[in-house]
């Protein structure tokens, strides 16, 4: 397909004629509505801009693209067409142009022009009490929620890689063991690890555990689709751990709401014919009576929430959870915690910041009635909540800007992480005081870093555009500590210029200063590690307030990510460089892998205005936003056990410049084995194998070789190894991070 879209691309730039003109932009068209059909709407979105490339002024084409790119996420594109669209029909053919126009530019966090569109539905609105009158106010209401700003009940933590990629990751909930269970809707990558246009994209359920050095490589929880088509998603265990439930969606997206245990077969749910698109179980009990919600259409409007008594595989005397959750619209994800006694969804409808936002109410009967949890919603769609209010830990699943993607800012979903306060201390546990320094006890290096990154992300903050300001630069001589030593002497003009200097005082404290004493206390913790040889990675994403355009801020991340890599080369009298040059005798690597940048919106609140200085750099909102995070502490095995899968990790390597590492290997079987060679799935990586078989229980070494060509960018690249007498090769996959 992409290659007859080139052919058909360079026919109309050759001027073929106007009967190949035409007849281009209808195979555009029929492509792009056949694609729209199968609700592949990216694709869609793509095949009409073919035919607007040809056509520019048709308003069909220009309605049709603005839908594709709404329900594809598209939101800056979405804006634009459907502004033209409504600029030239004014309502006549298309009235739902301008409340688009709103929705998405709630979406994309343009609040003064959103609030402008929706009084002017409200205004062409004759009919005061319609949905479309209700669904104004309520979208007014939310640009008054993002004025007002969040209150801080949560902070938010995007999960990193391997559990969130560039497909769209959702659904997480913890289960027994305290394994993190989840969806994936995933399709194939080229080499250059982007998402590859295609019809077999498939959802499956994983799961992942944490460990001292970050998430665990995911493990699909569930077979590939079976003879039937059938795939799962949205899978919860009970407390107990003794029964799951889950969507069963078959080939042609029926879905059906099922359950099982660890030994027993899939049943599908009975007492839900009333409602044959069931999905998004959520089991609890409530005053000890067993109870599922989920969510399905009917109700109040489109889908809503519903729940009915649970009687293991099945359920009965069915109710809709009533006008004060569901709505014209559309009520989605529902769960339940015991301990505050709340129901979690996600609306479209209510008051919110755009696209579906989080809100809870008490349940049954709450007398404070509905609450929008500002704290964890974004411009975008934030869905699936679930809170323990035990241990005032939860998970969200959202597109907001930062999510990976590789078809767009807010493309794809991906998971995310919050925490809060916690209702009530958690039974059998043991409470312990905080403590900043490490326990005397606590000899072992690697235990440290262990303990470190129970506590990470690591924030560390920077005044407005530092270091190198108004340049657009990647690279900085400063290192880390200078910066924050010039930042901290700003700290009397930021407590100046804010009316609550409380507010202020305790960012300073308990996050900035906090933040700095924490990277002292990393440093020392890297130290006797990488003199016992260790290889470590630390990951690091940058973030920026929203005060210059993402292009800057991109540059300006990188900035500040360098200074922290200045900082470590230079810090204990340069004790560390030697380990960051991979030039140590004993082997130790110390590595920093730049991350995909974070969010570019900040927090509801924070003004992009370079005229309101109090708001757009001085404000607490503001400083909190100009930071990077140390998001994972990485320590590699000192060799790698040869099975048929195995994964090095070459950490941050630069375009343009080659680079040779060292990979000891291990032989854990039981024969000796004879490595043939090793054939590259790029020419940016080869790899010299042991001229003679290693024994058993014996070590090699391999030499992989990069060669600096390729994109910058996270890079993922395979390589078969032919090892004589297996009839499968081994597969080495390498990681690595490449920079300009």
């Not at 343009?110 to 209700?134: C, F, H, M, P």
């Not at 009576?289 to 969510?295: E, Q």
């Amino acid at each position: 397909m992409k290659r007859l879209v080139r052919y058909l691309l360079l026919l109309i730039g050759s001027g073929t004629g106007i009967t190949l003109h035409a007849q281009s932009v209808e195979q555009w068209t029929a492509w792009g509505d056949a694609a729209f059909a199968k609700e592949e709407y990216y694709g869609a979105s793509r095949f009409y801009a073919g035919a607007l490339a040809l056509e520019p002024g048709r308003m069909s084409l220009q309605w049709k693209q603005a839908e594709a790119a709404r329900l594809s996420n598209q939101y800056p594109l979405a804006i634009e067409l459907y502004a033209r669209v409504y600029q030239k029909d004014a309502g006549r053919s298309h009235p739902e142009a301008l409340r688009w126009l709103g929705e998405m530019q709630l979406c994309d966090g343009r609040y003064d022009d959103a609030r402008t569109t929706w009084n002017k539905v409200l205004q062409k609105e004759k009919d005061k009490g319609s949905v479309i009158a209700i669904r104004a106010r309520n979208a007014i209401a939310g640009c008054d929620l993002a004025a007002a700003g969040s209150d801080g009940t949560f902070q938010v933590e995007h999960l990193p890689a391997p559990v969130n990629t560039n497909d769209s990751e959702f659904g997480a909930r913890t289960g027994p063991d305290s394994v993190l269970w989840f969806s994936s809707l995933r399709g194939a990558l080229n080499d250059d690890g982007e998402v590859q246009d295609t019809t077999a994209y498939r959802i499956g359920i994983f799961s992942s555990r944490p460990t001292p050095q970050g998430w665990e490589e995911p493990i699909s929880g569930s077979t590939p689709p079976d003879a039937m088509g059938h795939s799962n998603a949205n899978l919860m265990w009970t407390r107990d751990g003794e029964r799951m439930y889950f969507t069963r969606v078959d080939v042609d997206g029926t879905k059906h709401i099922a359950m099982r245990t660890s030994n027993s077969p899939t049943q599908l749910l009975t007492g839900l014919e009333a409602h044959p698109d069931a999905t998004q179980p959520w089991a609890t009990s409530i005053d000890d009576r067993p109870v599922l919600f989920f969510a399905a259409q009917g109700g109040e409007g489109g889908m809503d929430i519903w729940y009915g008594e649970l009687k293991i595989d099945g359920v009965s005397n069915i109710r809709n959870a009533g006008p004060q959750v569901n709505t014209p619209g559309n009520e989605v994800s529902p769960s339940f915690d015991p301990a505050t006694r709340a129901l979690w969804f996600s609306s479209d409808f209510h008051a919110g910041l755009g696209g579906y936002d989080v809100f809870r109410i008490g349940w049954p009967d709450d007398p404070h009635g509905l609450q929008n949890v500002l704290a964890l919603n974004s411009p975008a769609n934030d869905l699936y909540p679930v809170f323990d209010g035990v241990t005032g830990k939860g998970w969200l699943t959202s597109n907001r800007k930062g999510s990976f993607a590789a078809k767009g800012e807010t493309c794809c979903n991906d998971i995310y992480s919050f925490h809060g306060m916690a209702t009530a201390p958690e039974p059998d546990t043991v409470l312990l005081a905080a403590s900043d320094t490490i326990s005397p006890v606590e000899q072992d290096p690697r235990s440290i870093l262990a303990r470190l990154q129970g506590e990470f992300p690591l924030k560390l903050y920077f005044h407005n555009d530092e270091p190198e300001p108004r340049t657009r630069l990647n690279s900085t001589r400063q290192t880390y500590g200078a910066t924050y030593e010039a930042y901290r002497r700003l700290f009397p003009v930021y407590r100046q210029e804010n009316d609550d200097p409380a507010a202020i005082d305790a960012f300073i404290q308990d996050e900035a200063e906090r933040g700095r004493r924490k990277l002292d206390e990393l440093v020392q913790a890297l130290i006797p590690a990488l003199e016992q040889g260790e290889r470590i990675t630390l990951d690091v994403r940058g973030h920026a307030s929203p005060l210059a355009l993402n292009d800057y801020n991109q540059h300006l991340s990188r900035r500040r990510i360098e200074s922290l890599r200045n900082h470590l080369y230079d810090v204990e009298n340069g004790g560390l460089k030697t380990y960051m040059d991979s030039t140590a005798t004993n082997g130790g690597v110390l590595r920093l892998r730049v991350l995909p940048f974070g969010e570019e919106r900040a927090v509801a609140g924070v003004s992009d205005d370079i005229n309101d200085l109090k708001r757009s750099v001085y404000s607490p909102e503001a400083a909190r936003e100009r930071r990077i995070e140390v998001e994972r502490i990485h320590v590699e095995e000192a060799t790698i056990p040869i099975t048929l899968a195995m994964d090095f990790d070459m950490g941050t390597v630069r375009r343009g410049e080659p680079r040779s590492f060292e990979i000891p290997v291990r032989n854990e079987g039981s024969e000796a084995l004879r490595i043939l060679n090793g054939i590259t799935s790029c020419d940016c990586v080869s790899i010299e194998v042991p001229k003679d078989a290693i024994a058993i229980g014996n070590e090699g070494t391999f030499i992989l070789h990069y060669t600096g060509r390729t994109r910058p960018g996270p890079l993922e690249r395979t390589i078969n190894l032919e090892v004589e007498g297996s009839a499968a090769p081994y597969v080495l996959t390498i990681h690595g991070n490449v920079i300009e």
